[in-house]
């Protein structure tokens, strides 16, 4: 499901492991535990008896969404991943698929071990060059951004959703998606812009691609509004669309951008920056916090069995054991 951060963060220069780096991870990590069990906290300490019981008394319909539209965003990313990698290489969709449910898995944790994974998989099992996996990921990264970064600039300008807010958005990752495009066909003329985006231009200059990555990535935005539309409504809370779609991308770019893995960073930092944004009272905030669990919780129940399906897919024990 993740992300352009994940990605660039792999491009970095390989660096030892010292014991500066290695404490910042532990520490980073342990904080985002500590997040997490304060959020639980949060969420039980002034416990709704009615609200647990309609969520008991919901049935199944929610959670089967919920885990439905979590295989829909590891399928959107995967397929994002996929159409960004087809001027370079033609590997098969459910491989790339597969590969981003491990990873995503795998992101939960510190050390970057997600990033990692996509590059030592496609190296090793698929024989990508790793000239080509570095233009790859640039370019993913670059349209990934070219799209979030527009959605992310108008909802914080305009959260009232309507048509304006839509239209606005759109436009916006239009004008960025096809300055991409304008910039990789510029820098097959310009070898230094060439060199500046690492390689990325080889992805970037093609529409097509570049078109179907924005629309994946548009549909993972809508999939994570779902998802917190959803999970309200199975806990009786009152959710507008604005704010769905304003948990959504929060919850998104919490993950994404945390370099220490995402456990209780999303659920931490939501809970605290939900509550302060939107001015909530001490029973909203604990809602808040209930909210983002159960759509953490449901996507770590569908990523863990999707994450070691990909990697019987995959064959990884194979991998693990093969000379690079």
């Not at 199975?234 to 893995?261: C, E």
């Not at 209780?264 to 605290?272: D, F, N, Q, T």
Request: with cysteine.
């Amino acid at each position: 499901m993740h992300s352009p951060r994940g990605a660039l963060a792999m491009l970095e220069t390989p660096r030892r492991l010292t014991p500066l780096r290695i404490a910042v991870q532990v520490v980073g990590f342990a904080i985002g535990v500590a997040l997490l069990v304060w959020c639980v906290a949060l969420a039980v300490g002034k416990a709704d008896p009615e609200q647990w019981s309609r969520l008991r008394a919901s049935g199944w319909a929610p959670a089967a969404w919920l885990l439905g539209l979590t295989l829909f965003t590891v399928v959107f990313n995967g397929l994002a991943f996929w159409v960004t990698l087809l001027p370079l290489r033609r590997l098969k969709p459910a491989d790339l698929i597969a590969v981003n449910a491990l990873a995503t898995m795998l992101a939960y944790l510190p050390f970057k071990l997600g990033a990692l994974a996509r590059v030592v998989i496609h190296r090793r099992r698929d024989n990508v060059p790793f000239r080509d996996i570095i233009a790859w990921l640039a370019g993913y990264s670059a349209l990934s951004l070219a799209t979030l970064v527009p959605l992310v600039v108008v909802v914080g300008l305009r959260p009232r959703l309507d048509a304006l807010t839509v239209g606005l958005a759109l436009a916006g990752a239009l004008a960025a998606n096809g300055a991409g495009v304008a910039l990789g066909r510029l820098s097959e003329r310009r070898t230094w812009l060439a060199a500046l985006s690492m390689g990325s231009w080889r992805v970037v200059r093609h529409p097509a691609p570049v078109a179907m990555c924005a629309g994946a990535k548009l549909a993972d935005v809508a999939v994570h509004a779902a998802r917190f539309t959803v999970a309200a409504g199975a806990l009786g809370i009152d959710l507008s669309l604005d704010r769905a779609v304003v948990f959504a991308l929060a919850y998104f770019l919490l993950g994404v951008l945390s370099p220490v893995g995402m456990v209780g960073i999303r659920e931490g930092g939501l809970a605290l920056g939900g509550a302060a944004l939107f001015a909530l009272d001490e029973a909203a905030r604990a809602d808040l916090a209930r909210l983002v669990l159960l759509v953490s919780a449901s996507e770590v129940v569908a990523i863990v069995p999707l994450a070691f399906l990909g990697g019987a897919w995959l064959r990884v024990d194979r991998l693990l054991w093969k000379r690079s």
